[in-house]
């Protein structure tokens, strides 16, 4: 691990001086910022921030790390991710890179080796990564097709009591709409989901009674008190649009929890007036939208032998601009699906950044992992550098956009309660045990 660009100050109450933050993230009156920055001191008072001020103006007497304009930063949501796949692809992997082949060689592997203890070693894996990397929210969805689903929710209530001090986690059940009639199959899914304090999830495809089941699963989630979180038109296909149906069915039965899309990769694919209307109807819903820019560009319009045409990400911008609260997530990791990625939400962002055209300006770019993510999962009280709460942050050497998105700042400092971390990763050797290797 390289050396962190600073030490912190041994003592309860110390200043984080001469800092620069996004401001989009701070809680307290910022002054003036150049493209979402600005410049401030922060006290730290017994691991909680005790007051944000003007950059130069916290007290002398106090013991300060002097940032010289380094950014800080609060820690990071991750609301979209497979804890339950990540890691597998040393021992399934996906020759072609494609979506048919993510899905078929996760069955396999899912079949011969999801036990209890498999998937428990892979998801501390992934969340010693996280935690390493500054993250401190994160929602996974768990492939719930029997008998799995009683497996993996159990391992993640486990999971979720042992990290409670370090990374607040959700789950959502994840499983094809096509199964939501199996009566015996959806009640105890409905029941494990309950007794875990989940998520109702599930992937929608167009089928002929695609009302019938929407209805069917707004209808169990309200009788349930559930959220719902959906996979939806993961697809180049132009005439795969279950996003207007969904964003119907929400309005029909005037459902009053959260739901939640992530992908809707061919919305991008609609003409105009077809993706202005949808988009619409799902502001006019209340629905949030998660894009997935890392694994969404590796999967789609990928052809042997061919260039890809697009990069199969949603209409972010468009979505914003229409008021529906967008975030992006990492997704899956080192699994058929996306064969990279190490749970680090600074990678996330440099990536979303390029592929989404977040950039020029960057004002408030940095919500997209941090206040945006936190407010869609619930969380408003994470993912923002609040005063009174606690000193969760991550600094950084960089001290503007351009250094900040040039290089993976391996030299962060992340704090939980005021004080610095062992920011050590896990060896991938550790899972050799399990992978075969």
């Not at 994840?174 to 015996?184: C, E, G, K, R, S």
């Not at 979505?319 to 190490?342: C, E, M, Q």
Request: aromatic share 8%; net charge negative; with cysteine.
């Amino acid at each position: 691990m390289p050396t962190p660009f600073l030490s912190l100050p041994d003592a309860p109450h110390f200043v984080l001086s001469n800092a620069t933050v996004p401001a989009i993230a701070v809680t307290a009156q910022t002054g003036p910022s150049v493209e979402g920055l600005t410049s401030v001191d922060i006290v730290i008072s017994n691991g909680k921030i005790g007051v944000v001020l003007p950059a130069g103006t916290a007290p002398a007497e106090l013991p300060k790390a002097d940032l010289r304009q380094g950014m800080v930063w609060p820690c990071f949501a991750d609301m979209h991710t497979h804890l339950d796949k990540g890691h597998i692809w040393p021992r399934r992997p996906n020759p072609d890179g494609t979506f048919m082949g993510a899905l078929d060689n996760v069955r396999i592997d899912r079949e011969a080796n999801w036990s209890a203890s498999d998937v428990r070693a892979r998801m501390e894996f992934s969340l010693r990564s996280a935690y390493a990397h500054g993250t401190h929210l994160i929602r996974t969805h768990l492939d719930s097709l029997a008998p799995q689903h009683r497996i993996s929710f159990e391992v993640f209530s486990e999971v979720r009591d042992a990290w409670k001090d370090r990374i607040a986690l959700q789950a959502v059940a994840l499983f094809p709409l096509d199964q939501i009639f199996d009566a015996t199959f959806f009640g105890d899914l409905v029941s494990v989901i309950k007794e875990h304090k989940g998520l109702l999830g599930g992937v929608t495809y167009m089928m002929p009674d695609l009302d019938e089941r929407l209805d069917f699963l707004f209808r169990a989630a309200a009788d349930n008190c559930f959220d719902i979180d959906l996979h939806v038109d993961e697809t180049e296909e132009k005439q795969v649009l279950t996003l207007k149906t969904i964003a119907e069915a929400k309005l029909r039965h005037g459902f009053e929890g959260t739901v939640t899309v992530g992908h809707c990769c061919s919305l991008a694919r609609q003409d105009e007036k077809v993706a202005k209307t949808t988009i619409d109807l799902v502001a006019h819903a209340g629905i949030s939208v998660v894009s997935l820019p890392m694994c969404n560009m590796y999967l789609q319009d990928r052809y042997p032998g061919r260039t890809p045409r697009w990069r199969g990400v949603t209409l972010f911008h468009e979505l914003a601009a229409a008021g529906v609260a967008t975030a992006v997530s990492s997704d899956n990791t080192r699994d058929p699906f996306y064969a990279y990625g190490d749970m680090d939400p600074v990678e996330l962002f440099r990536e979303a950044v390029r592929i989404l055209h977040l950039d020029h300006p960057l004002n408030d770019a940095a919500r997209v992992i941090t206040t945006s993510p936190a407010d869609i999962l619930g969380r408003p009280d994470l993912g923002r550098i609040a005063v009174g709460g606690p000193a969760d942050l991550v600094l950084f050497s960089a001290r503007r956009w351009s250094e900040f998105l040039s290089r993976p700042q391996a030299d962060r400092i992340v704090m939980r309660n005021g004080m610095g971390i062992d920011r050590s990763l896990p060896d991938y050797r550790e899972l050799d045990p399990i992978l075969g290797a």
